[in-house]
């Protein structure tokens, strides 16, 4: 078995416990004769599937009851419209951070649904770099205030959250379940799950239970919230293989030890690899070191001819997916919770040793 070292952005790299496992029991799940993908989403075993999964999203986040946390489908794209059309509506108005490429597409859905009052607008910035959290003041009326907690291409995070009356709404896909987190200060927060979570076509979202009670009823019963809380994401067929995959994944994260645990380690690997910049002259970090992200490391080399050179040398040595995006170029590793700490060693060693031969 040829594992590499997978730094891909989304679809994102998973614990190899969790793939042996999906493995053994894709035939038979338990005994039953069937996969789980192949099994009724209302039997006993993927309702125990379900269950364990919404289970362990609340005891790792240790959710308060108020909040329901859905199974819902379209990837955190679905989400931007979404919220604007639940929480808000025609002719009311709901505060952005404009802190990148996630947010403004976050902003392109709202602008169709309300008015949105961007209050906060670091996209382009370089160094990369988001607002101070306590300068974010919310609009008086405003429905929420919207925040991308990790820009994913940019490499920022928000290391702590604005304080604002109206409820805070955060795309956490990048970051979600990367660090302890204090949900009673989100109304709403939700993630596509193939960065942190599991495979692509799940999204999570964690939903304080009267905010979807704003909605209008001429919004489409399968768009409500509402209609989701009230079934247990069970409304039509969830995707029930992913579902369980997150559940899986979730399982892992207990036995790591939970999310201080996780985010300890989170951490160190981040370090690793930000040592090697700040301590070079060769590499040069693209985000402010006050907001850069542990979840996304991005970073330039002298010329593009050296970047598309380490980014074949390193696949050469197994170190795939290192290619930044499209709309930014550079370098990009992207080591979430499941990123081993030896592959970000392994990233490191190669850095100082390029370094050497090109710098
Ligand atoms: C990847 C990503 C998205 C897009 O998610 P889809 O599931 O592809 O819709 C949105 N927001 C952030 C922060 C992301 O990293």
Known sequence: MARVYNFNPGPATL?????????????????????????????????????????????????????????????????????????????????????????????????????????????????????DPESIQGTPGAAYLHITSNETIAGTQWKAFPRVETPLVADMSSDILSRPLDVSRFGIIYAGAQKNLGPAGVTVVIIRKDLAERVSEDVPIIFRYRTHIEKNSLYNTPPCFNIYVVMLVTRWLLSQGGLGAIAQRNERKARLLYEV????????????????????????????????????????????????????GGIRASIYNAFPIEGVETLAAFMREFESRHG
């Open 15 to 131: 614990p190899v416990e969790v793939l042996r496992q999906v493995q053994e029991e894709l035939l038979d799940y338990h005994g039953s004769g069937m996969s789980i993908m192949e099994s009724s989403h209302r039997g006993p075993e993927y309702n125990a599937v379900h269950e364990e999964a919404v289970a362990n999203i609340r005891k790792l986040l240790n959710i308060p009851e108020e909040y329901a946390v859905l199974f819902m489908t379209g990837g955190a794209s679905v989400q931007f419209a979404l919220v604007p059309m639940n929480l808000a509506g025609k002719g009311a108005a709901a505060d952005y951070v404009n802190s990148g490429y996630w947010a403004e597409k976050a902003i392109k859905e709202a602008r169709l649904q309300c008015t949105v009052n961007v209050i906060a607008d670091t996209a382009g910035s370089s160094p990369a770099r988001l607002p």
């Open 277 to 328: 910049i700040d301590g070079s002259e060769f590499y040069r970090g693209t985000a402010d070191p006050a907001y850069r992200s542990v979840m996304n490391v991005t970073f330039r080399l002298p010329s593009e001819e050296l970047e598309k050179l380490f980014v074949r040398e390193a696949a050469e040595q197994g170190m795939k997916g290192l290619k930044g995006h499209r709309s930014v």
